[in-house]
Every structure is written in C-alpha cells, then in structure tokens.
C-alpha cells in the first residue's frame, strides 16, 4: 500500500512528557487508566504509546523497532511495569501492522476493555489517547475516509509520541492504533490522522483471532492461525 499525499509523518517523540489529561468523562477516565507511555529499556529517550486491552499491551510496528522486545511502560499516575513482545512483523513489507506486548510479572492486572473490528463509516465520531510530548491527551476526532482496506483517516492528527496510540469508537472500543499524519504542502495544508485498523493484526504469517463483540477473556482467546 503506497500513502501518496505528499508526506508521512510518524509521531515518534523524543521529549520528556509533564502530565496534561483532558478528560471526557467515564470514558476518558478509563481510556487514561488503559493507555501507556512505551519506551526503551535500554535507550529510554524516545517513546511512543501503547493501549491495554484485558492483560495485554497493543502498539503499532515502528514503535516496536523504536524500543525493542523488552520495554518499560508508564501510566499516568507514575507507575511502572516492563512488558515484552509476543507478535511479529515484517519491515520490509512497508505496512505498519499492529504489534503486541505482554506485561512481565505475577500478578497481572486486567485492565477491560474491547475490540471491535466493524469499520465505521465515513463521518463517524470517534476518540483518540496517548501520549503526546507534553503528557497524555485525549482527543474527539472524526473519520474522514479509508486508505486501502486497513488504514483510517481522520480529522485531527497526532502529535509526536502518540504513535501506537489508540482510536475508539464511542463505546470506548480499540478499532485502530496510530500510525502517524498525512500532510498536504498546498493550501489548506490539511494534516490528517492515519490509523491502522485492528482488522489487520496479520504480521509474519500469523493473524491473531479476538472476539470483539463479548469482551471474552483475552488471553484465552489468542489464537494463532497460518496464513
């Protein structure tokens, strides 16, 4: 799949985050609750964001390159765990793909939370969560349009650092995971958001299978089929 507006944009950061949430009530409070800054055990400079969905961890592919197998992840109240990766990708096929980590530990918390992988129609308002440079922002957008059969647009682009990010339907649910902006260099000089749908959790041979309509037990139900 070729982006072909001019320029791609990948919302990396390399700058210390200070806590700014803005909030949209029982929603935002639990998507801040679910939603992780991502960052290099080994070269803690970057980072990128991650969403939990049950007891797992869910970011996009060139955040995974950024900050390797083994990670450190931060919520907004401070805490801090490590996780490491369990999914594959393939660089070289020039789609970012959604990537998946798993937390280190005994006892594992379970944070909730939903998939769902019905695209929604062009119009639709929907939600964004990460982890910008100044902290963690929760934005209201809008989808715009599709780029293929995997990736949305929107209205409002990410800001660097929110890249694997999520995007929500009004239920809260993950339908998407950021992958950067588009930006047009003509009048008006719109900036668009490009997410990744959950749809295409396919890396290296796999597809990983969820339920997203019950909410069933995530660990339970991660499947792996070739392809």
């Not at 682009?157 to 999520?166: K, L, T, V, Y």
């Given at each position: 799949m070729r982006l072909s507006v001019a320029a791609i944009v990948l919302c990396l950061c390399c700058s210390t985050a200070r806590a700014a949430p803005t909030k949209f009530g029982q929603m935002a409070d639990d998507l801040e609750r679910r939603t992780v800054k991502l960052t290099s055990i080994k070269s803690p400079g970057g980072h990128g964001s991650a969403t939990f969905i049950r007891k797992l961890l869910i970011t996009i592919e060139h955040v995974a390159v950024m900050v390797g197998e083994k990670v450190q992840f931060t919520h907004t109240n401070?805490?801090?765990g490590y996780a490491e990766q369990i999914s594959t990708y393939d660089t070289k096929d020039g789609i970012d793909?959604?990537?998946i980590y798993v937390p280190v530990g005994k006892d594992l918390l379970d944070y909730g939370g939903r998939i769902n992988e019905v695209k929604p129609d062009s119009g639709t308002?929907?939600?964004t969560a990460g982890f910008a440079k100044d902290g963690f922002l929760i934005s209201r957008t809008r989808i715009t349009g599709y780029f293929g059969e995997n990736v949305y647009t929107t209205t409002v682009?990410?800001?660097?650092?929110?890249?694997?990010?999520?995007l929500f339907n009004a239920d809260g649910e993950l339908i998407a995971v950021c992958h950067g902006y588009q930006w047009q260099d003509y009048p008006p000089y719109p900036r668009r958001g490009l997410w990744v749908t959950i749809g295409s959790l396919e890396t290296a041979?796999?597809?990983l299978e969820m339920n997203p309509s019950s909410g069933a037990e995530m660990l339970g139900s991660l499947q792996y089929t070739s392809v």
């Open positions: 401070g805490v801090t793909s959604p990537v308002n929907v939600y682009a990410p800001f660097p650092g929110q890249s694997g990010s999520g041979g796999r597809t």
